[in-house]
């Protein structure tokens, strides 16, 4: 059902605090969203091991990426993504495989009210997985980037100001950023020319539901990962305050070595 050009979304935007649990603990069920933070280099030495959780397709588009750390960070996301759902749904790693809905993004057909999301930047990526459609976003924080030129194609005059005033400008440049692109991944709609009108600054807004495909309500939190990494996720219409992400735990690289 189309939604009436009336029809009203409400974007909730928030700052949180992030701890990290303990690795290798069983993962924890004490929140329905949850955010995994993934050092590449930790598993560098591990990818041929967990290329053998991939599917011929998979390990066909592994192969695809021209830059061997590319390869390796694809094969990486991809076989720990699997192994998380397996965990979370008491499933062997092979019984899980992903296909792909009408705007590409793929999903869990064994579970279709399992939602997941992946990003990465540089030597980090996270993994957001909940009951709800979610995005994730993560940035590296780059010194050189020139950001200036691209502020009006992106931001509104409110958020530009915001930019502009603020005691760490590149900072909050790439949080609203991330903000932006987890909406747009959360709804799956991509960035297209409406990107600007997404208003992200910290509080309440309420804009048309055309913007963001229809959702009623989006909540989305950013959060810093290290001084040089940050973050961001958006989840449609459930209730969860997320003042305090605590990144879930992920099994070590001579932990899932020993699994395969």
Avoid at 35 to 42: H, W
Avoid at 62 to 76: E, G
Avoid at 79 to 98: D, E, H, N
Avoid at 197 to 208: A, C, E, F, Q, Y
Wanted: one cysteine or more; aromatic letters at 12%; proline letters at 3%.
């Amino acid at each position: 059902m189309t939604a009436s050009d009336n029809s009203k979304c409400i974007i909730f935007s928030k700052t949180s605090e992030t701890f990290d649990s303990q690795i290798d603990e069983e993962i924890s069920v004490d929140s329905d969203i949850k955010l995994f933070k993934i050092e590449l280099s930790k598993y560098y030495g591990v990818v041929e091991v967990l290329l053998k959780t991939l599917t011929p397709l998979e390990v066909e588009r592994a192969h695809r990426y021209h830059q061997l750390k590319d390869f390796k960070r694809f094969v990486i996301c991809r076989s720990i993504l699997k192994i998380i759902i397996a965990q979370l749904k008491g499933l062997k790693v092979s019984q899980v495989y992903f296909e792909k809905n009408d705007n590409h993004k793929p999903y869990f057909p064994s579970d279709k009210s399992l939602f997941f999301n992946v990003s990465h930047a540089g030597e980090y990526a996270l993994i957001a997985i909940g009951p709800c459609e979610l995005g994730v976003d993560i940035e590296y924080i780059n010194p050189q980037f020139e950001y200036e030129e691209i502020l009006p194609t992106v931001f509104s005059t409110e958020e530009i100001n915001f930019i502009n005033d603020s005691e760490d400008e590149r900072h909050d440049f790439y949080k609203l950023w991330t903000r932006k692109e987890a909406i747009v991944k959360a709804t799956g709609q991509g960035i297209d020319d409406d990107f600007f009108k997404i208003p992200v600054k910290d509080g309440s807004h309420t804009v048309s539901a055309s913007l963001v495909n229809n959702f009623n309500k989006i909540n989305v939190y950013s959060f810093n990962i290290t001084t040089s990494y940050i973050g961001s996720i958006a989840f449609k219409g459930v209730d969860v305050d997320l003042k305090q992400i605590v990144f879930q735990p992920i099994s070590s690289a001579e932990k899932l070595e020993s699994l395969f």
